[in-house]
T-cell receptor, first 116, second 116 residues
Framework: AQKITQTQPGMFVQEKEAVTLDCTYD???????LFWYKQPSSGEMIFLIY??????QNATEGRYSLNFQKARKSANLVISASQLGDSAMYFC?????????????FGQGTELSVKP | GAVVSQHPSWVICKSGTSVKIECRSL??????MFWYRQFPKQSLMLMAT?????????EQGVEKDKFLINHASLTLSTLTVTSAHPEDSSFYIC????????????FGPGTRLTVL
């Protein structure tokens, strides 16, 4: 069965600094997708970034990059130049298969606080 | 981007009553939608996969008769919490995927249910 693990319940980062949020996963599938979502206190789920298991390049989206280490089964999120608005819960998630129709399984989440 | 709406955004009800939550994909058709439940400071837990025109697939431990799911059209799925009790108080979020384009799974804004 697939499993996502986020071992950092909370993280602090100074404004303008970079921060890495950890995520490891476990699956017996060769084909899968990895996601990061941000959830501010309002509750909405904001999609940040996606990495397919066969993608050779690490995914990047603006200030977000995904450090994909397939052999270690890790998919860490790197946020560069942190902003106060980055304070939120961050969830790592996985979908088995590379199609778009599958369910997402989420990790426990990491609460990020950005200090001014 | 694609939009998923939910209604109502919040609801307060008395114990023993039933509550219906609607999830709509506004600008795309969704043969599959997902229902998640989230307790404060916790992760999203998948409750069930809603399939248009057929029965929903429930995750282990989720009571089918308690959480009724209907996916009557390609743009609407409903979750009915029957005979609600205070322990059903939670944040319920739906999501849907597009058939093509971004791998993003699109989430509704969520419904906060409080059972008195």
């Amino acid at each position: 069965a697939q499993k996502i693990t986020q071992t950092q319940p909370g993280m602090f980062v100074q404004e303008k600094e970079a921060v890495t949020l950890d995520c490891t996963y476990d699956t017996s599938d060769q084909s899968y997708g990895l996601f990061w979502y941000k959830q501010p206190s309002s509750g909405e789920m904001i999609f940040l970034i996606y990495q397919g298991s066969y993608d050779e390049q690490n995914a990047t989206e603006g200030r977000y990059s995904l450090n994909f280490q397939k052999a270690r089964k890790s998919a860490n999120l790197v946020i560069s130049a942190s902003q106060l608005g980055d304070s939120a819960m961050y969830f790592c998630a996985m979908r088995e298969g590379l199609g778009r129709g599958g369910k997402l399984i989420f990790g426990q989440g990491t609460e990020l606080s950005v200090k001014p | 981007g694609a939009v998923v709406s939910q209604h109502p955004s919040w609801v307060i009800c008395k114990s023993g009553t039933s509550v219906k939550i609607e999830c709509r994909s506004l600008d795309f058709q969704a043969t599959t939608m997902f229902w998640y439940r989230q307790f404060p400071k916790q992760s999203l837990m998948l409750m069930a996969t809603s399939n248009e025109g057929s029965k929903a697939t429930y995750e282990q431990g989720v009571e089918k008769d308690k959480f009724l799911i209907n996916h009557a059209s390609l743009t609407l799925s409903t979750l009915t919490v029957t005979s609600a009790h205070p322990e059903d108080s939670s944040f319920y979020i739906c999501s849907a995927n597009r058939d093509r384009g971004s791998h993003e799974q699109f989430f509704g804004p969520g419904t906060r249910l409080t059972v008195l």
